[in-house]
């Protein structure tokens, strides 16, 4: 995968693009990267597995900044809405199969009986 042609779908950033609020307009400081850059970037770490400090420079965007970028879009409920997004438009395409599905649970001992306070209202 060559770093300095790699990029998101059009189609995904369209969708990621509508979900992000507006800003205001900087008056002062460093200009912010651009969201789509930054989107970029942090796919780019996300779909790799390499760690952040080895985020190439070519992809346009600091291993900070990007890093930066994903904790304010979580803070900002992005990420749920942009996988809701895609599933409700892949299942209105007809592209999930809901015919076969899997459950995951776990527990965890609780260790000398553990504690009530959990379920106390």
Do not use: K
């Amino acid at each position: 995968m060559s770093v300095s042609s790699w990029s998101v779908r059009d189609e995904l950033w369209e969708l990621f693009g509508e979900l992000l609020p507006a800003r205001p307009a900087q008056r002062a400081g460093r200009p912010r990267v651009d969201d789509r850059v930054a989107f970029n970037a942090v796919m780019y770490v996300l779909m790799t597995g390499i760690a952040w400090q080895h985020l190439p420079r070519e992809v346009g965007c600091s291993p900070a900044t990007a890093d930066r970028r994903l904790h304010e879009w979580q803070r900002q409920g992005l990420w749920r809405a942009l996988h809701r997004e895609l599933l409700r438009r892949l299942n209105a395409a007809g592209r999930i199969d809901w015919s076969a599905g899997v459950l995951h649970g776990s527990h965890i001992r609780a260790l000398r009986g553990g504690s009530d306070r959990a379920f106390a209202g």
